[in-house]
């Protein structure tokens, strides 16, 4: 009987964990960050740049399912940036303005630079990054 029970009763599906990706500006300058990762839905890498954190403020700028993501983050300015040069794991193409769109390969289009960015993959629930001078 506790067969046919077991049979009779699936179980649910496993959900992705989701991982809350959370700056914190340990700074006395405001902060802009920028986020590439892959959404599910689309499967293609997505840029989100630019959020701003207030100085001593913390945000969260981001919830997905946990995988690899890359950040880059500098200080109003463009005085100070993280990661330092010695982390960057990939670079990426970043315009002046807030937006969120498909990462393309190649040559950056004009009013664009190319920047530095840190990739990690964060174990699922809150993931902060404290971003010091």
């Given at each position: 009987?506790?067969?046919?029970?077991?049979?009779?009763?699936?179980?649910?599906?496993?959900?992705p964990q989701q991982t809350e990706i959370v700056f914190c500006n340990k700074t006395g300058s405001k902060i802009f960050t920028a986020l590439a990762h892959v959404p599910p839905n689309t499967g293609k890498?997505?840029?989100?740049?630019?959020?701003?954190?207030?100085?001593?403020?913390c945000k969260s700028v981001a919830r997905w399912n946990t995988g690899l993501f890359y950040y880059y983050a500098e200080k109003e300015g463009r005085t100070f940036h993280w990661p330092g040069q010695a982390g960057v794991d990939k670079t990426f193409c970043?315009?002046?303005?807030?937006?969120?769109?498909?990462?393309?390969g190649g040559?950056?289009?004009a009013g664009e630079r190319n920047?530095?960015?840190?990739g990690t993959v964060p174990n699922p629930g809150k993931y902060t990054i404290n971003l010091t001078s």
């Open positions: 009987m506790a067969a046919a029970y077991a049979w009779a009763c699936p179980v649910a599906a496993q959900q890498w997505t840029l989100t740049a630019w959020q701003t954190l207030p100085a001593g403020g970043v315009p002046s303005r807030a937006i969120t769109r498909e990462i393309v040559t950056c289009p920047v530095g960015f840190k």
